[in-house]
């Protein structure tokens, strides 16, 4: 059965940074795409970006460019988020979630997401 | 960009059907057949529910049904059951970027 089992709690201070690592089992890891979803505490869904874990391209929503940077390892099956100059509204529950196939035009794309880790929280607090 | 537009509440009684609305626009919703809605209880990730507007994925109670109109896509759930109480987001193919589009989720509470 597929699973996607993340690392543990993270608490930081400001300025610092997080790598949340996501480990996949039960299917061919190079196989789908994996993307990064935040929710702060009571707040909708956030996309963070996406990378293939076969080529190790990646695609990060704007507001995350320069401070996101997703990789994998496909000997661990693992896909990491790494975020850095951390800030307090940084503070969320942060999923990886498997891509099962997508659908993209030139300017646009449909995804959907049909496994999810458990979440890791990364709290951000002096 | 903007996120689709939901209800931020609905609620019903057991045994009732509701429906959550998800607006968008031609560049997104009423573009193409791509739309999908997640179930999230408390302290729970995203589950998803449907895809591409229509389909169930296996193990997913056949209540629960999507359609769309023009630039609005719609999730019924039927029989209401104190378990479908949780949140629900929407979430859509978009023109304007390659990255995703989710709406700003609605809260359905089952009285």
């Known amino acids: 059965q597929v699973q996607l089992v993340q690392s543990g709690a993270e608490v930081k201070k400001p300025g610092a940074s997080v790598k949340v690592s996501c480990k996949a089992s039960g299917y061919t890891f190079t196989g789908y795409y994996m993307h990064w979803v935040r929710q702060a505490p009571g707040q909708g869904l956030e996309w963070m970006g996406w990378i293939n874990p076969n080529s190790g391209g990646t695609n990060y929503a704007q507001k995350f460019q320069g401070r996101v940077t997703m990789t994998r390892d496909t000997s661990i099956s693992t896909a990491y988020m790494e975020l850095r100059s951390l800030r307090s509204d940084d503070t969320a529950m942060y999923y990886c979630?498997?891509?099962?196939?997508?659908?993209?035009?030139?300017?646009?794309?449909?995804?959907?997401?049909?496994?999810w880790g458990q979440g890791t929280l990364v709290t951000v607090s002096s | 960009q903007s996120a689709l537009t939901q209800p931020a509440s609905v609620s019903g009684s057991p045994g009732q059907s509701i429906t959550i609305s998800c607006t968008g626009t031609s560049s997104d919703v009423g573009g193409y057949n791509y739309v999908c809605w997640y179930q999230q209880h408390p302290g729970k990730a995203p589950k998803l529910m449907i895809y591409e507007v229509t389909n169930r994925p296996s193990g997913v109670s056949s209540r629960f049904s999507g359609s769309k109109s023009g630039n609005t896509a719609s999730l019924t759930i039927s029989g209401l059951q104190a378990e479908d109480e949780a949140d629900y987001y929407c979430?859509?193919?978009?023109?304007?970027?390659?990255?995703?589009?989710f709406g700003g989720g609605t809260k359905l509470t089952v009285l």
């Open positions: 979430s859509s193919y978009t023109s304007r970027s390659t990255g995703v589009l």
């Open positions: 979630a498997r891509d099962p196939g997508h659908y993209c035009t030139s300017t646009g794309c449909y995804w959907s997401f049909d496994f």
